[in-house]
């Protein structure tokens, strides 16, 4: 089992950028796809982005492509998100996984391990 920290998570004015990062430890994240998810009050999780093993294929959601760019450094076991010109409905808690295997999938089941979540406010 590998365990996963978020961090870089804070409130940020519309229009702003954070970068959030997603550290591993107990297991190397480079045989797994990586994918990060979030949830609004209210809402349930719902997929942002999801990236290979080796960083080179990337899938976004349909709300934050072009926005936010996913990345990985499997040399220090970690995992960005890079969010640019934030509106106040990226406003979530949000979360990185680790797939089951060397894929990437916009499903939570196909997920194993999770981290706690940082918390993302957007202010209009």
């Known amino acids: 089992q590998v365990q996963l920290v978020e961090s870089g998570g804070g409130l940020v004015q519309a229009g702003g950028s954070l970068r959030l990062s997603c550290a591993a430890s107990?297991?190397?994240?480079?045989?797994?796809?990586m994918g990060w998810f979030r949830q609004a009050p209210g809402k349930e999780r719902e997929f942002v982005a999801a990236?290979?093993?080796?960083?080179?294929?990337?899938d976004y959601a349909d709300s934050v492509k072009g926005r936010f760019t996913i990345s990985r450094d499997n040399a220090k076991n970690t995992v960005s998100l890079q969010m640019n010109s934030l509106k106040p409905e990226d406003t979530a808690v949000y979360y990185c996984?680790?797939?089951?295997?060397?894929?990437?999938?916009?499903?939570?089941?196909?997920?194993?391990?999770w981290g706690q979540g940082t918390q993302v406010t957007v202010s209009s």
């Open positions: 996984a680790r797939s089951i295997g060397p894929i990437i999938s916009r499903s939570q089941s196909m997920y194993f391990d």
């Open positions: 107990g297991r190397t994240l480079s045989l797994y796809g």
């Open positions: 990236v290979n093993t080796n960083g080179r294929s990337t």
